[in-house]
């Protein structure tokens, strides 16, 4: 097995690990914030300034950012490392992504949920701990002994023509890139539009700014801040922006956890606008 602790195939490998660290993040993201909806990142803190549903949103919405950052990073090594690939080799690549996937996951269960406890797996159970350790050994050191293996396993593979050489890297950032998109989208068959305004908005202020859109409101919070309204076909939520809207759903900023977010049962504000 060749030496790669330096040079390209080290940093192509460390480009591997970061984007498999992102790829744990969206996957948890996506799947426990926004599918499942099972926690949101400060569901498990008791303070109230961070019971509110904004702060929360906006919390998950930072956390996607956070897991763009990494996953750009990851892009650029992929990038600058490639004269490494002929080296490194498809699984060994593919086996230190794995590595970063679990990663991840150990480290959210070790920090997140037992160190600090800002949430748990699943928040609504009464066994919460045999969530935690079913995710912990499920999907980060299952994962991380899986990418072990691979890299241990790579020896007499590193060869080959330069199609198979670019496949492991082109998958990894064609998955990273499909993970990241995922993390925006509305949830299928949604139709209404989910509106969170600034702090201090008043809930006739917010009322205003949406009757400017000629959208009808289908459900609010007890604060007022976040609403849900339908549009009109075609209307357009940018004008929002400019009248107090801190997150639209379907906008054009990255909060995925915001256009998936199923709002408790509350007061209804069913009134045509």
């Not at 037992?114 to 748990?120: P, Q």
């Not at 020896?155 to 993970?179: D, E």
């Amino acid at each position: 097995m060749s030496d790669v602790r330096s040079g390209p195939g080290r940093t192509l490998l460390l480009g591997g690990f970061s984007l498999g660290f992102a790829l744990g993040g969206f996957f948890d993201g996506i799947l426990l914030h926004q599918i499942l909806q099972w926690h949101h990142l400060l569901s498990g803190l008791a303070d109230p300034a961070y019971a509110d549903i904004g702060v929360q949103i906006l919390v998950d919405g930072a956390f996607h950012a956070l897991m763009y950052v990494i996953a750009a990073v990851g892009l650029w090594l992929l990038w600058r490392g490639r004269r490494g690939a002929a080296e490194v080799g498809g699984r060994r690549l593919m086996g230190w992504a794995l590595v970063g996937f679990g990663v991840w996951h150990m480290l959210d269960g070790l920090v997140s949920h037992w160190l600090l406890g800002l949430h748990r797996i699943r928040m609504d159970v009464d066994n919460m701990l045999f969530w935690d350790l079913l995710w912990f050994f499920a999907f980060g050191v299952a994962a991380v002994a899986a990418g072990w293996w691979l890299t241990r396993s790579d020896a007499g593979h590193s060869g080959g023509g330069a199609l198979r050489r670019a496949a492991a890297p082109l998958l990894l950032a064609l998955t990273t890139g499909i993970a990241g998109a995922v993390a925006t989208l509305p949830p299928p068959g949604g139709t209404a539009t989910l509106v969170l305004f600034r702090a201090g908005t008043s809930p006739s202020e917010a009322l205003t700014a949406l009757a400017s859109m000629d959208g009808r409101t289908v459900w609010s919070d007890p604060s007022g801040r976040l609403w849900a309204i339908d549009l009109p076909e075609g209307g357009s939520t940018l004008g929002l922006y400019r009248k107090g809207a801190l997150l639209v759903s379907n906008g054009v900023i990255p909060a995925g956890c915001l256009d998936w977010f199923s709002p408790a049962p509350g007061p209804s504000a069913s009134t045509a606008l």
